[in-house]
C-alpha cells in the first residue's frame, strides 16, 4: 500500500500492515504527535514527536511494529504526553535510567548475567545458540533473579526457578537454564566476584522429563497427498517457499528462516551458510547445492523479498525474519497439522533417502549432522558433487509423487540412486 492511498487517521492496522517501504526512510502521522516510521529495508516501529526544554523537537521511539500494535503505540504516546506536561522529558529520563545502572551494585545476577552473555558473544558461539539463551534469560532467568545481589541468591531461589520450569512441562528448557545458571555462576567465580555456587546440585533434584517424541514427519505412502495439499495451498508465496525449501534441502527450519540473500548464488545453485548460524558448534561453513526446483522458487521470490537483507522478512527490528510458527501454520493450513512440522520434513528426507538405500554419507553431511568421536575430527568432506546430484535427485522424485509416481518411474529413479558417472 502506498502513502497516498491512505485515508484517515488514526492509522488502522491494516495499513501498518500493508504499507510499503520507499527508497528513503519515511514518517507518516497517526495524531498528536504520534508517527509511523518506514525504513527502506522494511523495518516499521513508532516514534512521539516532542517539544524538549530547549525548544526542539526531537523523535522518542516507542517501540517497533507489530511488537507494539497501534493501540499500545497510543497508549505509550499518552503517557509520554502526560509526563512531558510535567517537565519530565524521556531523553532524559533514559539517560536518568542509563546512570542508574551504571551506578548500580555491579555484582547483581543481572549485571553479571549480561557481563557472562557478553563474554559468550565474544567466544564466537553461534547466533542461534545466542538468540535462545538470550530469550530465556528475558523471560525466565533474569525475571526470577536479576535484582538479587550474586551472594544473596540460595539454593531455594533456583530451585523454585526449576520448578517453575517444570511446573508448565518445560523440561527441556529447565535442562538449558540449569546449565546456563551453572556457567554464569562458574564463570563469576572464576572472575573472583563470588564463591556462592548455588546452582550446582539442581540436576539432582530435576523432576523426571517425559519420553522425548520424534518431530512429526511423513514417510514416503504419504507424501502424494502433502504435496498435492502443499501445491494447492493459499498461504502466502513467502510462507509457502520456506516450506518449499525445508523439503528440497532437508535444511534446519531455523537455518531457513534466518538465510540471507547474500548468502545464495543462485547462478551456482549453491547456498552457504556461515558457521556460527550451524548448530554443530565450530562448525566451519555448510554448503548447500540448491535443487532447480528450488532456485526457480528463489528467483521468484527474490522479485517480493529481494529488497531485504532476509529471504524471508518479517516486521521490524524485533523480528526480522520470518517467526518460528509461520513454516508449521502453512502446513496446518495444508491440513496436515499434527502429521508433519518443519523440522519432521529432515526425518522425512533421511527416511526416503536410506531406504532408497543413498549413501549414508552424503545424508549425514547433507543434513549437517556432527560425526561421532575421531570421524568428526579429521572426516572433513563435504561429498558437493554427489549431494548435488542426490538432492536434484529427491526434489525430481517429490514431483513424481505428487503427479503420481509409476512403477517404471520407480524403477527408474532406483536406478539412479549412487550412480558415480552421474556424480562427476
Known amino acids: 500500500m502506498k502513502r497516498a492511498d491512505i485515508k484517515r487517521r488514526p492509522l488502522a492496522d491494516t495499513v501498518l500492515t500493508a504499507l510499503e517501504p520507499e527508497s528513503v526512510e519515511y514518517r507518516e502521522p497517526d495524531g498528536q504527535g504520534l508517527y509511523f516510521r518506514v525504513k527502506p529495508d522494511g523495518n516499521k516501529s513508532w516514534q512521539l514527536r516532542y517539544k524538549n526544554a530547549a525548544g526542539k523537537w526531537p523523535f522518542h521511539g516507542l517501540g517497533g511494529y507489530p511488537a507494539i500494535s497501534g493501540t499500545k503505540a497510543r497508549e505509550l504516546a499518552a ?157 502466502r508465496t513467502p510462507a509457502k517457499t520456506a516450506v518449499w525449501l525445508c523439503l528440497w534441502t532437508a535444511s534446519r527450519p531455523g537455518n531457513i528462516r534466518e538465510a540471507e540473500w547474500a548468502e545464495f548464488d543462485l547462478d551456482a545453485a549453491l547456498w552457504t551458510i556461515p558457521g556460527p548460524k550451524m548448530k554443530v558448534r565450530g562448525r566451519s561453513a555448510h554448503v548447500v547445492p540448491l535443487p532447480r526446483q ?38 496446518a493450513n495444508a491440513g496436515f497439522k499434527g502429521r508433519l512440522v518443519g523440522h519432521g520434513s529432515r526425518h522425512t528426507a533421511r527416511t526416503l533417502l536410506a531406504e532408497h538405500e543413498w549413501s549414508e554419507d552424503f545424508r549425514k553431511e547433507q543434513t549437517a549432522h556432527a560425526k561421532p568421536g575421531m570421524e568428526g575430527v579429521y572426516d572433513k568432506a563435504q561429498y558437493l558433487p554427489q549431494r548435488r546430484v542426490m538432492m536434484q535427485w529427491y526434489a525430481d522424485y517429490l514431483d513424481c509423487l505428487a503427479d503420481g509416481m509409476t512403477p517404471a518411474q520407480r524403477a527408474n529413479f532406483d536406478s539412479r540412486v549412487n550412480v558415480v558417472e552421474a556424480m562427476k
Not at 304 to 319: H, Q
Open 294 to 331: 528450488a532456485v526457480e522458487a528463489l528467483r521468484s521470490l527474490r522479485c517480493i523479498t529481494g529488497r531485504s537483507r532476509w529471504v524471508f522478512p518479517g516486521n521490524g527490528a524485533v523480528n526480522p525474519f520470518m517467526s518460528e510458527n509461520t513454516i508449521n501454520t502453512v502446513i
Open 79 to 235: 503517557v509520554a504526553r502526560k509526563e512531558i506536561s510535567n517537565g519530565i522529558y524521556p531523553a532524559d529520563k533514559k539517560a536518568a535510567k542509563k546512570a542508574a545502572i551504571a551506578t548500580a551494585n555491579t555484582k547483581t545476577f543481572l549485571i553479571v548475567a549480561e557481563q557472562w552473555f557478553e563474554f559468550k558473544q565474544s567466544k564466537g558461539l553461534a547466533e542461534s545458540s545466542l538468540r535462545k539463551i538470550r530469550t530465556y534469560l528475558d523471560k525466565d532467568i533474569l525475571p526470577a533473579l536479576g535484582d538479587k545481589l550474586l551472594d544473596d541468591i540460595t539454593r531455594e531461589d533456583c530451585r523454585k526457578l526449576q520448578q517453575s520450569l517444570e511446573a508448565r512441562d518445560a523440561h527441556n528448557v529447565a535442562e538449558k537454564c540449569r546449565s546456563w545458571l551453572n556457567q554464569i555462576f562458574g564463570w563469576a567465580i572464576g572472575c573472583g566476584l563470588t564463591d556462592n555456587d548455588p546452582a550446582s546440585r539442581l540436576a539432582d533434584i530435576a523432576a523426571a522429563a517425559p519420553p522425548t517424541k520424534q518431530f512429526p514427519h511423513l514417510l514416503e505412502p504419504e507424501l502424494p497427498e502433502f504435496l498435492q495439499a502443499l501445491r494447492a495451498c493459499t498461504s
